[in-house]
């Protein structure tokens, strides 16, 4: 049984540059802009991944262009984290740290474990194929979540 789409979402890694970015521009893509979508980690200090990007190049999403941030950053440039209505932490870093935003807001908070890939693999080809099983994972996770998309 899927869930009806939240107002908005925040999916949150370690350092918002492969499993988050990643998350928002699928949830994006899949389910349209009726939700507010944003993604940060618990760090902001590396840009987006090159493979993320061409992972998620092959299905049609531009990522090249994100800019990653942490939880603290994006407070300073006014979203505020009480705003969200489902928090969506995609690693155990990330995880900790949404549940200590919960001490101060009512929100939903959920856990997806979803690979790191990026320390699998050698050579671009098999780098690749670990970025591919991540998205996926994330795809599944979203459509066990809110239900199948149009494509």
């Not at 969200?84 to 929100?107: G, H, K, M, N, W």
């Not at 959920?110 to 699998?120: A, G, K, L, V």
């Not at 670990?130 to 239900?147: C, N, P, S, V």
């Amino acid at each position: 049984m899927s869930s009806p789409l939240p107002q908005s979402i925040l999916f949150c890694c370690d350092h918002n540059a492969v499993r988050s970015p990643m998350a928002e521009g699928l949830m994006k893509k899949f389910y349209g802009l009726e939700t507010y979508v944003q993604s940060a980690g618990v760090l902001g200090d590396i840009d987006i991944d090159g493979f993320a990007i061409a992972v998620c190049a092959e299905m049609g999403i531009e990522l090249a262009r994100h800019k990653s941030r942490s939880f603290d950053q994006m407070q300073k440039l006014g979203d505020e984290l009480s705003s969200f209505d489902l928090i969506v932490a995609l690693s155990p870093v990330s995880q900790v740290q949404a549940a200590e935003i919960t001490r101060f807001y009512a929100l939903e908070v959920e856990y997806w474990p979803i690979m790191d890939p990026t320390s699998i693999g050698e050579g671009r080809e098999h780098k690749l194929t670990a970025y591919r099983t991540a998205r996926d994972q994330i795809i599944q996770k979203l459509i066990e979540k809110f239900g199948p998309y149009e494509k």
